[in-house]
């Protein structure tokens, strides 16, 4: 099976109002991977991601699901959505049932799943995002970090192949945002694709194993995190370059070079762990 679960091929897309949102962009999601999305406000990110689950349709372009050109049809868009699963930045967009369990049993009851299934799916899901406590809870009662937790059990619910999640991170607090974190790194380690929007760039070059970068509705740049963020014309267009990368690089002006076994440090831990390594190297008669 190719790398591409879903890819675009020169979408273009105009809003009804004229807006041209997506001009001529194409990029792949590859299967299993960690991908993290880029660019700024505006460059179309959204409209990328309502593409890729079929919500939207491109104006000029297709769009490629395991390297077949996809059909819109009633049946294939159903497939479609049930297989790429979107979690939206609000989650008062997403979330209309009245309590945390019909919301989350919407999508597998759709499905025309049997019951038993459908509440093994939930109670699975539920149990994922440490959230099978409130099931009976209504869910204009919950805070917002666990309505975003709810949303995200609605998609595992329908067991997708593809998890696509537009600025989870934003308004949690750096606990949720953690546990968020494991939640999907539980999930990519199960064979989930995972990709998500983002400005938090510190974040993204931690945790993706690939990035792309938006800019005006097209696709700038595309790459491992450490190939692509400390590229200038990506560093304009993103406005800055993750912190890690800015302290290896200035570190590296001092003649500290951070580069041990051949890696670069990624994440604060490991930022850490390199610059003690070194200093217990140069410690060392
Ligand atoms: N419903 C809409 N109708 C008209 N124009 C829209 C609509 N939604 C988005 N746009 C426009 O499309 C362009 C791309 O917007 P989009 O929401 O995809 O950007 P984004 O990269 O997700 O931005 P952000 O980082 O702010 O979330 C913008 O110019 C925006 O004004
Ligand atoms: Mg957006």
């Known amino acids: 099976m190719s790398d591409a679960i879903i890819r675009l091929e020169n979408v273009s897309y105009r809003y009804p109002d004229g807006t041209a949102a997506l001009t001529d962009c194409s990029l792949t999601i590859n299967r299993n991977k960690r991908t993290a999305v880029l660019g700024a406000n505006g460059a179309g990110k959204t409209t990328m991601f309502l593409h890729l689950n079929g919500i939207l349709q491109p104006s000029s372009g297709r769009l490629f699901r395991d390297d077949i050109p996809f059909e819109y049809s009633r049946t294939g868009l159903r497939k479609l959505r049930s297989k790429v699963g979107m979690v939206f930045q609000n989650p008062d967009s997403q979330l209309f049932s009245a309590s945390v369990q019909e919301d989350v049993s919407f999508g ?11 509440r093994r799916r939930v109670a699975e899901a539920l149990g994922a995002v440490a959230m099978a406590g409130l099931a009976d809870k209504p869910v204009h009662n919950l805070s917002y970090g666990q309505k975003k937790r709810v949303c995200i059990a609605g998609v595992l619910a329908m067991e997708p192949e593809v998890i696509i999640l537009d600025e989870p991170m934003a308004g949690l607090d750096a606990a949720m945002q953690e ?11 199960g064979g989930i694709t995972i990709v998500i929007a983002t400005h938090d760039l510190d974040f993204a ?7 792309l970068v938006m800019q005006s509705g097209g696709l700038l740049a ?4 450490e190939d ?3 590229r200038p014309e990506v560093g304009n267009a993103l406005g800055t370059i993750p912190q890690i990368a800015e302290i290896i690089h200035s570190l590296s002006l001092l003649g500290i070079d951070l580069r041990g076994n051949g890696y670069l440090p990624r994440t604060r831990n490991e930022l850490v762990a390199a610059i003690a390594a070194v200093t217990t190297r140069e410690d060392t008669p």
């Not at 595309?222 to 995190?225: C, E, I, K, S």
């Open 108 to 118: 597998p009851m759709n499905l025309g799943l049997d019951t038993t299934t459908i």
């Open 179 to 189: 546990e968020l974190t494991a939640v999907l790194e539980r999930l990519h380690a």
């Open 205 to 211: 070059y931690g945790w993706a194993d690939q990035a």
């Open 222 to 225: 595309h790459g491992t995190p």
């Open 228 to 230: 692509i963020l400390l």
